[in-house]
């Protein structure tokens, strides 16, 4: 549920650990059985917490005994592309430990007890221990250094606080409805900065802010597409070039232009040289169906459409293509 709140996905899979000693012929035997199990559930929003409890113990079970089934052939059998970097099939795992049958044990003069291993680095993005210690249970959260500063571990714990404190008094409330947040932080977050001010440049416009920018710093990276640059400068100019195209053909005051263009360097130019010229930018997606596109074209009176080589058969326009 936490990591349902934090990413907004209502299919999550979650990373667990069996021992893989379930047979009574392997409970005293030496050796490495440990298998990894892939939890996979849906915190749908409009599920009560009751009935997802239900349906996270009823999944749990049924993967458990399930738990032979090794790991690498489910992967190989979903057909996953590997990533050595990566786990294939989730990046978070709930580990439940219980240390009681760990204790100082002596045999014939000899004292046995448990050495804390330290590992210095993470095997998951976020990984969630649980350890049972006589009448409490500690969470240990391990994580990755490079994706998560420690601040933000620390709030992602505290959530997982109140999402439990919220939880244990509203059994039958709906997920949607199940908040992370703390009274305290809740406050700050509507009153502490309701009073905020902050200036605004409301004499500057959009592409008069781009310009500033491409004086202070004509040689910086403004654009970034696969392995392409384009500083401010050559965006600048480029825009300028079109905002004198687009006036030479009438645009100005109240003209819409439409820009129906791929992700590319041409769709920014596209924006900037129109707002230049005076004109008003309407996008025009080609994910669109083809009938949707043409209501829009028509509805909007634009004169003029700015498109690439690609897409200029696509679609009938009365107007300009550019």
């Keep these: 549920m936490l990591l349902s709140k934090y990413s907004g996905q209502e299919d999550i899979i979650v990373g667990g650990i069996t021992t893989g000693r379930e047979l009574r012929e392997l409970k005293n035997t030496a050796g490495m059985f440990v298998n990894t199990l892939a939890l996979r559930n849906k915190p ?29 052939c489910l992967v190989e059998k979903l057909g996953l592309s590997r990533d050595i970097s990566r786990n294939p099939l989730f990046d978070t795992m709930f580990v439940a430990e219980g240390f009681d049958n760990y204790s100082e044990i002596s045999v014939e003069g000899l004292s046995f007890k448990p050495y804390v291993f330290k590992q210095n680095s993470a ?10 210690k006589n009448d409490t249970i500690d969470f240990i959260f391990e994580y990755r250094t490079s994706l998560f500063k420690k601040q933000s571990i620390e709030k992602l714990a505290q959530h997982f606080t109140s999402l439990i404190d919220n939880l244990i008094d509203h059994w039958d409330a709906k997920i949607s409805e199940v908040e992370i947040l703390s009274e305290k932080e809740r406050h ?27 004086r202070n710093n004509p040689y910086r990276t403004a654009l970034v597409l696969d392995e392409m640059e384009m500083t401010y400068m050559e965006l600048n100019e480029k825009a300028n070039s079109l905002a004198w195209l687009l006036r030479e053909k009438g645009v100005g005051k109240e003209s819409i232009v439409a820009a129906f263009l791929e992700r590319s360097f041409e769709m920014v130019i596209a924006v900037f040289g129109i707002l230049k010229a005076g004109g008003t930018y309407l996008p025009v997606d080609p994910k669109y169906p083809d009938d949707r596109i043409e209501y829009m074209l028509k509805d909007s009176g634009a004169k003029i459409l700015l498109t690439q080589k690609g897409l200029l058969d696509r679609i009938d326009f009365d ?4």
């Design 44 to 72: 749908e929003q409009f599920k009560t917490f009751g009935e997802f409890v239900r349906e996270v113990r009823k999944n749990f079970f049924s993967a458990y005994e399930n738990q032979d089934y090794p790991f690498e």
């Design 123 to 132: 095997k998951f993005d976020i990984m969630l221990t649980c350890e049972e």
């Design 188 to 214: 700050e977050l509507i009153y502490s900065y309701k009073d905020a001010l902050a200036a605004y440049p409301d004499k500057e416009t959009i592409h008069s802010l781009f310009e500033k920018q491409a």
């Design 319 to 322: 107007g300009q293509k550019n």
